[in-house]
Structures are given as structure tokens and as C-alpha cells.
Nanobody
Framework: QVQLVESGGGLVQAGGSLRLSCAASTRTSTTYTLGWFRQAPGKEREFVATIATGGATALADSVKGRFRISRDNAKSTVYLTMNSLEPEDTGVYYC?????????????????WGQGTQVTVSS
């Protein structure tokens, strides 16, 4: 069982930046691919970014060039650095862990999920 706890969300103006963190309750460095998803009000959850144990990453087209995903295996923590935020980035951001050795973009392949952290971008 892996518990994931997100932090770092908040209210920011358009064009601003935030960094989300997700700490895992167990060592994830050699076992789990980690990912970020988001869900806006009235919309389905969507993929944002993923990073495999070896560091390979994948990002959604909508955030490429603005967001960056990274991980600190020693701390079992994954980060999502978000720059040039837009109102369309508003939503609850979820961290997830998957037992795959490569980047995973499908939410159904993730086994463990955090409770989420709210990100609100004002125009």
C-alpha cells in the first residue's frame, strides 16, 4: 500500500507559478512511475505529466513548455513545477503511482492516488 499526499496548491493570478509536491509513504524510487492528473469542475480527470523511475517523462500537449515534472527518489517525492499558469489550468491536481517501468499516461493504469490539491488560477 502506498499513500500519497499532495501539497502546494493555492490561488494564483494568470501568468504566475506554483510548485506542487507529492510525498509517498513508501520508497518509490525503483518501483513506481509517478504521475499528475487534474480535474476541472464539470470535466473528466485528465492526464498532466508522468515520470518513470529512470527519469523518462511525458507531458500533456496543453502543458508542454509551461510545466515540468521531476522526482527526488531519496525523498520519495514527485514535483510538478507550473509556470505561465492560465485560468484553464484550474482544477484539483492528483498525484498517482503506477507499478510500471515507463511513463504512463492512462489513469486506469495507476494503482494509488492522493486526495488532491486545489489549484485556482484567476484571470
Amino acid at each position: 500500500q502506498v499513500q500519497l499526499v499532495e501539497s502546494g496548491g493555492g490561488l494564483v493570478q494568470a501568468g504566475g507559478s506554483l510548485r506542487l509536491s507529492c510525498a509517498a509513504s513508501t520508497r518509490t524510487s525503483t518501483t513506481y512511475t509517478l504521475g499528475w492528473f487534474r480535474q476541472a469542475p464539470g470535466k473528466e480527470r485528465e492526464f498532466v505529466a508522468t515520470i518513470a523511475t529512470g527519469g523518462a517523462t511525458a507531458l500533456a500537449d496543453s502543458v508542454k513548455g509551461r510545466f515540468r515534472i521531476s522526482r527526488d527518489n531519496a525523498k520519495s517525492t514527485v514535483y510538478l513545477t507550473m509556470n505561465s499558469l492560465e485560468p484553464e489550468d484550474t482544477g484539483v491536481y492528483y498525484c498517482a503511482a503506477a507499478s510500471w517501468p515507463h511513463p504512463v499516461v492512462r489513469g486506469t493504469q495507476y494503482t494509488y492516488w492522493g486526495q488532491g490539491t486545489q489549484v485556482t488560477v484567476s484571470s
